[in-house]
């Protein structure tokens, strides 16, 4: 069956599998600078491969920065390889945490049960290829473009000033009822965003576990406390462990603690018997 595996520290796979819940963490504020902007750079290369004009192509890039603005990704990020010396030198503390083997089938069962819910989810693969943030891009350029071009007074505010052009907050609700409008034409391509990564960023084989999280009032996170900077997530339970959601624990180069202190710890947690081995990865 195919396993899913989270890169993470000691700290952190003791909270998940003593909560039984996994975080979905903003992934703006990922070790990539580019993440979540990548659609900006594939509408730029549409714009030059169909010749848009470059005050279009302004108006393109500034309606998705205003909907990145408004939204994010929260997600738990996954591979499909366990036991990368990349991955464990990035995500575990230089080689001391953990890579947790999920199983595929239970993510995607786990997804499609919490549609609807307060923390939605979708399992998708991450790609990295600029000719597939392309293709998969361009529907959602062309709407855009499509609205944009249009003769009707589309967005609001398109053609037409604010009722008081001298006041701020009116100017700035006019146009973020601009942003809106097209936010909701474009939403549907919009949510492959975060499924698009860098290519230096290929080694990783990875997959993601999405929640599109609305920056809203009505719509609260939590936050937590790293070194640099205060990160918002969302919580998503780990439901019906007899499903076996937990396959395999790699434990890192680095990780000292015996494989049965691991395996007894899990089952005591209601996982079940999993498979704990020690990284193949020669690095000390």
């Not at 890039?61 to 010396?85: H, K, P, R």
């Not at 069962?109 to 392309?134: G, I, N």
Request: aromatic share 8%; net charge negative; hydrophobic share 35%.
């Amino acid at each position: 069956m195919p396993i899913l595996y989270h890169y993470c520290t000691t700290a952190t796979f003791h909270s998940i599998v003593g909560s039984k819940s996994l975080w979905m963490s903003s992934l703006t504020q990922s070790n990539d600078s580019s993440e979540g902007r990548v659609v900006s750079q594939a509408i730029a290369r549409l714009a030059t491969r169909d010749n848009l004009s470059d005050e279009l192509t302004g108006h393109l890039l500034a309606a998705v920065s205003n909907m990145e603005g408004l939204f994010d990704g929260f997600g738990l990020c996954l591979s499909s390889e366990g036991d990368l010396l990349s991955q464990w030198r990035a995500y575990t503390q230089d080689g001391a945490g953990l890579s947790i083997g999920f199983d595929q089938g239970y993510v995607e069962w786990l997804a499609q049960t919490s549609r609807r819910t307060d923390v939605d989810l979708a399992l998708h693969e991450v790609h990295y290829k600029p000719e597939v943030h392309d293709r998969l891009v361009y529907p959602m350029c062309s709407k855009l473009r499509s609205l944009l071009e249009s003769d009707d007074d589309f967005p609001p505010g398109k053609r037409e000033a604010p009722q008081d052009a001298s006041n701020p907050k009116s100017v700035e609700l006019h146009g973020r009822l601009a942003v809106l409008t097209l936010l909701q034409a474009a939403m549907e391509s919009f949510s492959e965003v975060f499924s698009l990564k860098h290519e230096a960023f290929a080694e990783e084989k990875e997959w993601r576990l999405l929640h599109h999280f609305g920056w809203l009032p009505t719509n609260p996170c939590l936050y937590r406390a790293t070194a640099g900077r205060i990160v918002p997530y969302k919580v998503c339970a780990l439901r019906q462990l007899s499903r076996g959601p937990v396959i395999e624990v790699v434990l890192g180069p680095r990780h000292t603690t015996p494989t049965e202190v691991v395996e007894n710890y899990l089952t005591q947690h209601g996982f079940g018997e999993v498979r704990v081995k020690q990284s193949l990865a020669p690095y000390r």
